[in-house]
């Protein structure tokens, strides 16, 4: 009898803890169309404003690198709260309030039911496909958080000049491998970089691993940071070649001396990271496996599940009472 009881007992223990899980269509009879929803609004964005699922990509990284995917990135500053965007981290990032949008269309299909947290990792699934890269199967079920993480965001995001020690710990510190993190990287071959990111690499001398040919090409782009003209909001384009495509191309430019932060350039002198990055120059598709395999683990970092955090009804604050 006594043995019936405890099989019985982890049975239910089982139970419980698999509904706790991130799952496959987590919401398939809660809310049957909230991942058609999501890439609709995902698609609809893209046409009208291209650059929004370069964002999408970003939210993902600057929300799950630091302690959770539970979508604290997009809580606004309250009396109680400073928000993650308010970090030099954040800098540049942009497109906040179609997170807004996509969240008002599932507000409107499944009241307070799907997380923003499971927004960020949907509609970056789904911005991958925009941007010409793989379809990744992302679990869902996350939960949001309450509270800001302001005071670790500089402990887990890394900055454009940080030592390559240093990033490749810090990705490792939820679980992704060099391998992984040269084809994260990858990411930076979409969408562009504010001149105040690399100035330093072009004046008052050119950074000797920079190509001669592009380094001017930047100058252009970006002139002096004492010069009366130079304002953060000058960019130049991560990849010139194909500048919306998440494909192998920042590899190849790695590898011709044309990485446009120092920490992108770092990847190829690191003799941990480097063979990753010929491999994937060369192989697109290897890339692609790797990339996935890499955001599905980041989107799945210590995420709040179950009974804890809550599911907002407006992303960018946490619920009343």
């Not at 609004?41 to 690198?65: I, P, Q």
């Not at 699934?125 to 800001?148: A, H, Q, Y």
């Not at 190829?268 to 395999?293: C, G, I, R, W």
């Not at 989107?299 to 604050?317: L, M, Q, Y």
Request: glycine letters at 4%.
């Amino acid at each position: 009898m006594n043995n019936l009881v405890f099989l019985l007992f982890s049975f239910f223990l089982l139970l419980h803890s698999g509904a706790s899980e991130l799952r496959l269509n987590y919401y398939s009879e809660s809310c049957p169309r909230a991942e058609d929803i999501v890439k609709e609004e995902v698609k609809k964005l893209y046409n009208e404003h291209g650059n929004t699922a370069v964002s999408w990509l970003r939210n993902l990284f600057h929300d799950c690198m630091v302690k959770s995917c539970d979508a604290s990135l997009l809580l606004e500053t309250s009396k109680e709260i400073i928000s993650e965007k308010t970090s030099p981290r954040s800098s540049g990032m942009r497109n906040f309030k179609y997170v807004n949008t996509i969240k008002k269309a599932l507000e409107d299909e499944c009241p307070t039911t799907v997380s923003c947290a499971d927004i960020v990792a949907l509609s970056a699934r789904d911005g991958v496909v925009m941007l010409g890269g793989p379809f990744i199967s992302m679990k869902t079920g996350r939960r949001d958080s309450k509270e800001s993480h302001i005071a670790e965001v500089e402990d887990f995001i890394p900055n454009h000049n940080d030592s390559m020690s240093l990033v490749l710990s810090r990705f490792q510190s939820i679980g992704i491998d060099v391998e992984g993190v040269v084809a994260l990287m990858g990411a930076h071959s979409v969408g562009r970089t504010h001149c105040n990111n690399l100035v330093h690499r072009l004046y008052p001398e050119i950074d000797p691993t920079l190509d001669p040919d592009y380094a001017e090409y930047l100058r252009r782009r970006c002139p002096p940071p004492s010069d009366s003209i130079h304002k953060a909001i000058e960019y130049a384009r991560n990849d010139r070649e194909t500048p919306m495509v998440l494909d192998n191309m920042y590899h190849k430019n790695l590898l011709n001396h044309k990485g446009l932060l120092q920490v992108d350039q770092q990847l190829v002198l690191d003799p941990t990271a480097s063979p990753f990055v010929e491999k994937m120059a060369s192989d697109n598709a290897y890339f692609h496996e790797q990339f996935s395999k890499a955001l599905l683990l980041m989107s799945e970092n210590n995420p709040i599940i179950g009974d804890d955090g809550e599911v907002r009804k407006d992303c960018r604050f946490a619920n009343e009472g």
